[in-house]
């Protein structure tokens, strides 16, 4: 029931008590199938929104006061866009409403609304997948199915606080069942630089037991990024790499590529130094697909 | 004196090597080495050819251009 204007003297009758008693506890709705212009008689309802094509709410001034509020929400699959007709209507969210849905408008003056959206969860495009802490590891393998056909390709950040040799070198290999595979089958080349040098360097490795690039530093902390494509398929695997820690004895990094050329589906793969241990955390993120 | 032991982070266990881990790592040692070998015999060579042609290093990629 919308809002009701009382005088003097008037009868509350059972039946309007009751309808407005019911608002507060099973808020009177409207339903509107096409586009829609709020008017005074809303306020304080829900506005439902139930059409398959976009549609929009038109808000316009002088209908509503400062306090005024209306929830509004969508049904359908057209998305609904809380539009500014006359009024000003503000959010710091989307004023465009998704399927399943919905926010509150609430006017601070006659002629100025705030759309507040329920906070939904938004799927990301990069899917946190698992991380974990190691400590004086001579390995560091991901664990078993990471990869998997949720995802397509993967991005991989290590963060080594720790290496106990220095200048050993970054390896990488794939890894399926819990079983890494040192095939001949793995190739990779880049640049690698030195900090205060002008010389650029190489990281080309072809038909190795495992990637290799660039080298751990024990005197400070390192980064080793990978992007994982398409380790699940049955086709190449590549990958990008990207380093900060030692270069030749210098503090420095590289960025590369490479592949393992075979068409092995891989779940996991594992980290290891050339020689010592190695201490930090990883996290692990899949690309969305869609 | 024997190897010291070796371990893997696998997952969220912290475990020692397996065997074939321990023969694989001693694999990729020995070829960390002979990579090794071959990085300072290169190197040696450079500073060889270096000293004889009475150049440093900046000089001779200057030199390359």
Known sequence: MAIQTFTAAQILTAAQMN??????????????TANYVLVAADKGTRVVMNSASATTITVNTSLFSAGDSLR???????????????????SAGSLSIPQWGG????????SAAVYF????NVSSGLAYISGTTFSAASTVSLPTNTFSATYTNYKIIYTV?????????INVRLRASGTDSSAASYS???????????????????????????????ADRNKV?????????????????????????????????????????????????????ITGSYQVYGYAIA | MPSPKLFAQDG??????????????????????????IALEKAAARKTLLDRLGITSDEAALLLG
């Open chain 1, 225 to 277: 990024i990978l992007e994982i494509m398409s380790p699940q398929v049955a086709a190449d695997t590549n990958f990008f790499w990207d380093t900060y820690g030692r270069v030749a004895g210098s503090q420095g990094g590289g960025h590369g590529n490479g592949e393992f050329r075979a068409a092995t589906q891989f779940d996991s793969l594992t980290l290891f130094p050339s020689a010592g241990t």
């Open chain 1, 103 to 110: 926010g509150q408008l609430f006017f601070t003056s006659a």
């Open chain 1, 72 to 90: 509004l929400q969508n049904i359908n699959t057209g998305a609904v866009v809380v539009t500014a007709g006359t009024a000003t209507v503000t």
């Open chain 2, 12 to 37: 969220n266990e912290y475990r020692e090597f397996t065997q074939v881990e321990y023969e694989q790592h001693a694999a990729d040692l020995i070829e960390y080495e002979r990579q090794n070998a």
């Open chain 1, 188 to 218: 990779n080349a880049g640049v690698t630089y030195q900090i205060g040098a002008a010389t650029i360097g190489a990281a080309n490795l072809n038909g190795g037991t495992a990637w290799q690039f660039t080298q751990f530093n024990s």
């Open chain 1, 117 to 120: 959206p329920d906070a939904v």
């Open chain 1, 19 to 32: 309808a407005l008693q019911a608002n507060d506890y099973n808020q009177t709705v409207s339903t509107k």
């Open chain 1, 161 to 169: 606080t720790a290496a106990s040799t220095d200048g050993t070198a």
